[in-house]
């Protein structure tokens, strides 16, 4: 308590904003899915690089930087302290050595001190603000040190402290300290003097520690009911905790005052409107509103700082940035703590977490020392209080919140007197609960946010106690998907059992139950669409378990088990195998993550009216990889409409865009009763489009030895199933369109390079569209890229036919055959698209064609020459299934078949010269009968000829055979990767064994092919030999 100064006019102070960083553990997903971190810190810099460019780095420095990823254990008490002195690792006591008590000095002197965390969800700004257990974190602990001051407290010093704790989600201001006070009703108004502060605010005055730690308590509560009622997540609102701390120094007639504000953002991720990419609506209209805003007003206040010209500074735009008014740019000495997600797949966040860091660096404060003479205080207050009721700011003083609090003036120690009489009633309620707890079996609340997590308790009592939304019910609980009268718990016999009624939702350890279930402890409940609950069995149950293990997650993948959702689901590319492929692990935390999303989507759609039914799809890349092995996979949501079947595929962005703005329609519902949407502005409505089915591959390989081929292939839909069958035809030809016959097949591909080839893709047919099996109505079209095409060529659209005839065909030309094209020849299939088409909805096409015809008209592929081969999908052999690897190795054998084609072809030159040779020497012994030589020898070298085109023919016809085999055996790896086994039980046993079938035939194919073509082409070297040794022999 610094009283150097004191009296003195307060001289404004320009300090930057102070940045600290921090970047935590990984989390047990993090872990689950071998995350990679990508940070790394020395002393104040942070570098941070590319996972998959180790030359990408970008370093930031900062004035504070906290190492709190590794190097770390837990004591006894479960505080988590370095594990040795080497280690680099930041405790939670560190960083309040630097923040809090930077915080606590700046409120000594009299500054306002403002404590800002941002960053992505999950990033561990709550833990760093507020804590977890024993890990205390900046808040209380700046609490905790601020009364222990005020015990020490010298004589005519009196210290008055005022705590408020707000939430600002949707640009609305909930009091937490009121649960009274509706959200909406608070306003932000704006003093001339005093600035913008929130009118009706409760604030309480505080004489100890354990107070502030119920409030904040007693905060929670209230925040976790409005995330239930409102089905808002709270990791999108923000936590403002306020302190005012006055001093009144009694014997020098003098105040001084400090406003300590500490924000807890919300998730920054949602700022960048990611969720909006390439949909229709824009993103949840005010849900951003108040973070987008804090970035603007940091963006203009550090352009200001740099000396560009800058007109204005948004405050006004949003209410967060109209309450941090001082904190940026004003009366107040602010750091911002930047919390950091370590892993790779949070780069980018992380990345726009630094850049916005460096931005906050260059802002400059005005730092006052609030001071003020007593007398001058009181008639401040007094005329305040006469001329704005109401009116008070984050500069004013504690004193004249007090005032207000009273609605007389009264004194601080009157207001105390106000406070404890409630605090007696408040502790008398919370002894109670934990008195109850100590001996009652009860549920406790689980929320994605682990600060929100057991802020619920229900206690069930003995008999029959309901649950559901209706007053009249012993539990009442709101939240999606709840009814009036929801479920029934019994405590009968000293057992719990739960039973929902009538059709309402009730899932215990995953699984739904419908008829009365016996609760064991630890059980887990969902009412409802997403409301989880722990039960906490009678006292004789309990053991010293860890509770937070049962946390959001484990009850979502619980859940998703109970319904056959797992990794190996997803993974059926590797079966047993230990190390499951990352991506598919990212796929499946997507999965998990969206699942609870779509429930909910789903209820607000049934009570809203809507008819709209969602379902979770996991897309196979490989589909449409042309190369077939691409191990990516992508979640999407699959939206029908009941009752006129019209479907839309959503991306995951999309649908996450769409369930936010679903939410505020539905509050609107729940507020109003009125749902009344524009269309054009309904989250549940999109016009009819085009749908995807499914994808076919179409291997090239026989273009490149310019045979034929004429092939029924399947369209696999998302889930590996036959959508259709296609019928195709691609056919060598002429540049005039003649079909090329056997004697113009080409052993060696190289042949073809640099050389003109034209085909023709014919589509010919479709059959058992699925798709128009469910809705005769409907319609098809078709599209495909082929190589380096800019454009997808469309089919016309077909409707009302299972079976549709397409015959449509198209003439290309590859005017010099590139090396690249060769091998995409080889090694590619040509991807066909499967395109539903619904009533009312626009057809495919590019309006137009941005190709380069032939002069007789043909579509030219192969127009760009590549310097490398691109090689993006190249495999690692872990990835890759066994029998892949044994289609590669026949690859391999037939590249080798292909040289000793080569060889033999130098043979035959070598044969060739040696018997022209030959030849020469009876011409030059028989000059008697010139004419009769030269015959002869013409008559030879044209069956030598003769004979080497047949073998040629043979050989391409037995590479030809084996390319058929090739193409069968590709389609059916590709059919036995997208099987998932059956979620019944009981037909597991078939499954695997109609797997292990559709192996092992496969395993035969390309025995069998190999086999045949290794004979083949041994039979027709033999014949070689024999053929070209025969007549120099002779
Ligand atoms: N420094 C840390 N040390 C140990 N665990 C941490 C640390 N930081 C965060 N965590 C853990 O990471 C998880 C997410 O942290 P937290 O809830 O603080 O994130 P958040 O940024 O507040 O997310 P949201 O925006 O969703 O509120 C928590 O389980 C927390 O315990
Ligand atoms: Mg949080």
Redesign the pocket.
């Known amino acids: 308590m610094d009283n150097e100064k004191m009296g003195e006019m307060p001289v404004p102070r320009t300090d930057s904003v102070r940045v600290a960083v921090?970047?935590?553990?990984f989390?047990q997903r993090e872990k689950n899915s071998g995350s990679q971190c990508v940070i790394s810190m020395h002393s104040r810099s942070i570098t941070i690089r590319h996972p998959k460019n180790e030359d990408h780095v970008k370093t930031f420095t900062f004035d504070l930087a906290?190492w709190?990823h590794d190097g770390?254990q837990k004591d006894e008490d479960g505080l988590?302290i370095p594990s040795d002195p080497t280690s680099k690792f930041?405790s939670?006591s560190d960083v309040f050595h630097d923040i809090g008590r930077g915080i606590l000095d700046s409120a000594w002197q009299g500054y306002n001190a403002t404590l800002l965390?941002y960053?992505?969800?999950?990033?561990?700004?709550?833990?760093?603000?507020?804590g977890?257990g024993t890990?205390k974190g900046i808040v209380p602990r700046v609490c905790e040190e601020l009364f222990q001051a005020i015990e020490k407290q010298k004589e005519n010093l009196e210290l008055q402290v005022m705590f408020s704790m707000l939430e600002i989600y949707n640009e609305q201001i909930r009091d937490l300290l009121s649960r009274t006070t509706a959200p909406g009703r608070l306003r932000v108004r704006e003093d001339p003097q005093l600035g913008f502060f929130v009118e009706g605010l409760k604030w309480a005055p505080c004489e100890d520690y354990a107070q502030i730690e119920k409030l904040v308590e007693q905060g929670s509560k209230i925040r976790m009911t409005a995330s239930t009622n409102m089905n808002a997540?709270?990791?999108r609102s923000h936590l403002l905790i306020a302190i005012q701390v006055k001093q009144v120094f009694l014997d020098i007639a003098l105040t001084k005052q400090s406003s300590i504000n500490m924000v807890?953002?919300?998730?920054s991720e949602r700022q960048r409107s990611s969720g909006s990419e390439g949909d229709r609506l824009r993103e949840g209209s005010r849900v951003n509103l108040s973070l987008t805003s804090l970035g603007n007003v940091i963006s203009a206040l550090a352009d200001l700082a740099m000396g560009k010209k800058v007109l204005h500074i948004p405050y006004r735009d949003s209410v967060l940035t109209k309450l941090l008014q001082s904190a940026l740019g004003g009366n107040s000495r602010t750091t911002l703590l930047a919390?950091l997600s370590p892993a790779d797949i949070c780069y980018e966040e992380t990345l726009s977490t630094l850049r916005y860091a460096e931005r906050a660096k260059k802002v400059r404060n005005r730092a006052v020392i609030n001071t003020c003479p007593l007398v001058r205080t009181s008639k401040a207050e007094n005329a305040l209080l006469l001329g704005f009721v109401g009116a008070g700011a984050a500069e004013h003083s504690a004193y004249f919140w007090a005032e207000q609090q009273l609605g007389t003036r009264g004194t601080w120690a009157q207001l105390l007197e106000k406070a404890r009489r409630e605090w007696e009633q408040q502790y008398e309620a919370l002894t109670q609960e934990q008195q109850m707890v100590k001996i009652l079996p009860h549920i406790l609340n689980v929320n994605?946010?682990?600060?929100l997590t057991g802020v619920l308790k229900f206690f069930i009592h003995n008999g029959s106690c309901d649950v559901g939304r209706a007053t009249s019910n012993a539990i009442c609980l709101q939240g999606l998907g709840i009814s009036d009268k929801h479920a029934s718990f019994v405590n009968l016999d000293g057992k719990v059992t739960v039973a929902p009624y009538s059709k309402c939702k009730v899932i215990v350890n995953g699984v739904p139950v419908t008829n009365r279930t016996k609760l064991q402890h630890l059980d887990r409940i969902i009412l409802g669409s997403n409301s989880a609950f722990l039960y906490i069995g009678f006292p004789s149950e309990r053991g010293a378990e860890d509770l937070s293990r049962f946390?959001y997650d484990f009850f979502q993948l619980e859940r998703a088990a109970a319904e056959g959702v797992s990794v190996d689901m997803l993974d059926s590319s590797s079966p047993g195998d230990d190390q499951t492929n990352p991506s598919i692990l990212a796929v499946f935390q997507d999965y998990i993550k969206l699942m609870p999303l779509v429930v909910e989507a789903n209820q607000m759609s049934e009570e809203l009216k809507k008819g709209l039914k969602m379902e979770l799809k996991v897309k196979n890349l490989a589909l449409s990889d042309s190369k077939g092995y691409d191990l990516q996979k992508e979640v999407m949501v699959k939206v029908t409409k009941q009752g006129t079947h019209e479907v839309w595929i959503w991306s995951k962005a999309k649908f996450i865009n769409r369930k936010f703005l679903m939410e505020e329609l539905y509050e609107r519902f729940l507020e109003s009763k009125d749902s009344h949407v524009a269309q054009e502005d309904d989250p549940f409505w999109d016009p009819v489009e085009a749908v995807h089915l499914g994808s076919a591959h179409v291997w090239l390989q026989s273009l490149a030895h310019r045979t034929m081929l004429e092939e029924q292939v399947e369209f696999l839909n998302c889930d590996g199933l036959e959508e259709a069958v296609l019928h195709i035809r691609v056919t060598p030809c002429s540049p005039e369109g003649w079909a090329h016959g056997e004697e113009d097949m080409v052993i060696d591909p190289l042949e073809l390079l640099g050389r003109r080839t034209d085909f023709q893709i014919h589509i010919v047919q479709c059959l058992g569209v699925k798709w128009l099996k469910e809705d005769a109505t409907r319609g098809i079209q078709m599209g495909y890229k082929i190589y380096d095409l800019p454009n997808t060529l469309y089919t016309k659209p077909v409707w009302k036919s299972v079976n549709p005839r397409i015959e449509e065909m198209v003439h290309f030309a590859a005017l010099g055959v590139s090396r690249e094209f060769l091998n995409y020849l080889l090694t590619n299939a040509l991807i066909v698209d499967l395109w539903g088409l619904q009533e009312g909805c626009a057809h495919l096409g590019a309006s137009q064609l941005d190709v380069l015809l032939t002069g007789e008209g043909h579509i030219i592929v192969d127009t760009k020459t590549f310097s490398s081969v691109k090689d993006g999908g190249q495999i690692t052999p872990n990835q890759v299934p066994e029998l892949y690897q044994k289609l590669l190795k026949s690859e391999e054998e037939m590249e080798l078949l292909r040289d000793i084609n080569r060889t033999l072809r130098g043979e035959n030159v070598f044969l060739k010269a040696s018997l022209e040779k030959a030849g020469s020497v009876p011409q030059a012994q028989k000059t008697d009968n010139p004419e009769g030589a030269t015959v002869t020898a013409a008559r030879e070298t044209k069956q030598v000829c003769t004979q080497q085109a047949r073998s040629n023919a043979e050989l391409a016809r037995a590479l030809k055979v084996f390319y058929r085999g090739m193409s069968v055996a590709r389609g059916q790896l590709l059919r036995l990767r997208q099987c998932r086994p059956p979620e019944d039980d009981q037909m597991l046993r078939p499954f695997v064994h109609q797997q292990s079938q559709m192996l092992k035939d496969l395993e035969d194919l390309l025995e069998s092919s190999l086999h045949k073509l290794k004979t083949d082409v041994a039979f027709i070297v033999k014949k070689k030999k024999k053929e070209y040794l025969l007549p120099s022999q002779q």
């Open positions: 921090r970047v935590r553990p989390s906290y709190s770390f988590l930041a939670q965390a960053g992505q969800t999950g990033s561990g700004k709550s833990y760093s603000m507020v977890f890990n997540s709270s990791s807890d953002l919300a998730g919390a994605e946010d682990p600060q946390d």
